[in-house]
């Protein structure tokens, strides 16, 4: 490629780098006076990357955000070290909120697998360590809270090319009571494994959703079940809904936070009341 060629990728580049600077979002009087570029010529440059969606347009129209193509090129294509080392702070916190172990699990080619897992900071610390790795499809937490907001056909379809095995005896190996169980799961906005993996074990698990993306994250808590039971869910599910929100928030650069709109929210929302999670 010729230096005149390259030229314009060089300053796409930069561009494209000042804004993944710019958590908050960055205007292009901003990147211009940064970069010391025209500002016609940034205008350009931005138009064409939001075109190819590398950059997004932010909530409030003047700022711009990295966009679709390269988060979900991102969450999609990085090494699993990578994204535990990014998301150890937020993790490390949700451990220490619930003093259990904090995991995310990412959908990547067609499987579901644990790529992160913290535990509570304080030193005598005694938690459940789930496995990093592939994790049952249809049993855990962490596969039912993205599959409930992925397309439902392409679930049925990965489903059917495995054995639904009965791990436990709460295993749910029966296609319609899975996809019951993932309907209750979108209405909810996270998902349950109560002993269905191993016995005496519980997770919860939140979807994070970006709006640059099709969900392919998300993030949870693993305990005994005896102390989920005497916690009681809404204590594990509010900390994790939190955090999913907060996560999402992080990845896609917006400074307000957003998360997903569930089918009891909305309702709450038509009734008038306050929606709290």
Do not use: W
Not at 47 to 55: A, C, G, H, P, V
Not at 135 to 156: E, G, M, N, T, Y
Not at 202 to 222: C, F, H, K, Q
Not at 236 to 256: C, E, N, P, Q, W
Request: glycine residues 6%; negative net charge.
């Amino acid at each position: 490629m010729s230096q005149q060629a390259s030229e314009p990728l060089r300053r796409m580049s930069r561009v494209l780098q000042a804004v993944a600077r710019a958590p908050e979002g960055a205007t292009r009087a901003t990147i211009a006076k940064e970069l010391d570029l025209p500002t016609s010529t940034v205008h350009r440059m931005v138009q064409s990357l939001l075109s190819l969606e590398f950059l997004d347009v932010g909530p409030n129209g003047e700022t711009v955000h990295i966009g679709p193509a390269i988060v979900d090129a991102a969450l999609r294509g990085s090494q699993p070290s990578t994204l535990s080392a990014a998301l150890a702070p937020y993790l490390t916190q949700l451990a220490d909120r619930v003093g259990e172990s904090a995991f995310v699990s990412r959908f990547n080619q067609n499987q579901v697998e644990l790529i992160a897992v913290y535990g509570p900071t304080r030193a005598d610390a005694a938690y459940v360590h789930p496995a990093r790795g592939p994790v049952p499809l249809h049993a855990c937490s962490s596969a039912k809270a993205i599959f409930a907001f992925r397309d439902r056909a392409q679930v049925q379809q990965l489903l059917q090319e495995i054995h639904l095995e009965g791990l436990t005896a709460n295993t749910v190996s029966d296609l319609r009571e899975y996809f019951a169980e993932l309907d209750e799961v979108r209405f909810r906005g996270y998902a349950e494994c109560r002993e269905e993996i191993t016995r005496g074990v519980y997770s919860i698990a939140a979807p994070v959703e970006t709006r640059l993306s099709d969900v392919r994250l998300s993030i949870g808590v693993t305990t005994l079940i005896s102390r989920a039971n005497d916690l009681g869910t809404d204590f594990f599910a509010k900390h994790v809904l939190d955090m999913a929100r907060t996560l999402g928030t992080v990845i896609s650069g917006y400074r307000d936070g957003y998360g997903l709109v569930t089918e009891s929210a909305k309702s709450s929302a038509s009734d008038g009341a306050v929606g709290a999670e």
